[in-house]
């Protein structure tokens, strides 16, 4: 069994975590400037491993085993949400590391933008796959602030250069160790998570358009405030969700602005950054043909109009039965009885890789259940636990038909 250098990896994990470090976590937006220095970070880790590392023309890292084959790919993302935590995504791509200083005959890729900070979606995987063309990042803007992707990756030295594919030839697989983002491994007492499926994410900008007036001398019958027509559509859209919505359905408005936003001027519009999530495509289906419905209905109802845009939308992903098998096994025997099977309610780069190659993912706990926020944080003897389990998980997958 290959030996993992436990130290190590928990070493790089913490180097890693002072690029960027906000609080306990760390803030590193996608093209930012303590993203690209992370980038190169793990550019150097890998050449050190032996690995040839490129980065391609939107950003996505990987290092290439030199040897001959059969490979795995191994990796995440390393970008954060903003003011973030210091393991979503960054575990993975050092677990990665970890397998390939243990010797193991891997690849390891860091994909771009899995954050979503420009609105492709899930741009480096989806692009490593083919799916994202150059109109669309023409087209791309950033989700908080409008910054063209096109001038985002000027700004990031990145233009012009070519997009990697991934060679879905070159591997049996690929595995992705990734922190829970809930609560349920830590609330059934157990350390490792085996994940089955992977939830779509389908994302929306609903603009409502009312009348900008004085908040005083326009009475109430005659104001048109879509502030008051967005708060009452996602009551609307909550109260009817939970009536249709699958057993792990979620729905989430992430933001909501009135413009312009002062005390004694009704808003004249309002936008609304909403997104909702399942494993099953009809469930999704009935969740958007609903939401278009309560927007027909809001229009009717309202003085203010409501237009919908779709700002990105994936596939759910099942995972690979015999990477699972593997990962199963390895957790059994490293830790018997701590690991269970289990769906992610959140959107990974393997449900995108999963579309040209198998792939898993292993979940280790998550504390609290807390992710996307500073204070996201994993014991580190589940760490460890976690990327030896990834090795002699990656170790059965490779020496199986050999
Ligand atoms: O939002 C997600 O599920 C992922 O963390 N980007
Ligand atoms: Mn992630
Ligand atoms: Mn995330």
Redesign the pocket.
Known sequence: MAEIDTRAFLEDLHALRAIGRFRTGVHRPTYSPQDMESRRWLMRRLEECGLAPTIDGVGTVLGRHPGAGPHLLVGSHIES?NEAGWL??ALGVVAGIALARAGLPVDVCAFAD???HFDVGFLGSRSAIGEVTEAAIDESRNSTDGTPLREALQAAGLAGLPRMQLEAGRYRGFLEMHIE?GTQLEAAGLRLGVVTGI?A?WQFRIVIEGAQDHAGGTTMAERRDAGLAAVRLLSAIDEAFARICGERSTWTTGRITLDPGAPSIIPGRAEILFQF?DVSVPVLERMEATLRALIRESNRRERCTATLEEISRNSPALCDPGLMDALSQAAEVLCPGGWQAMPS????DAQNVAKVMPAAMLFVPSIGGI??HWSEDTREEDLALGVRVLGAAAERVLAAGA
């Open positions: 949400q979503d995504g899995e954050e979503g983002q939830v994410i999530r309610g959140a959107g990974h992710s996307h």
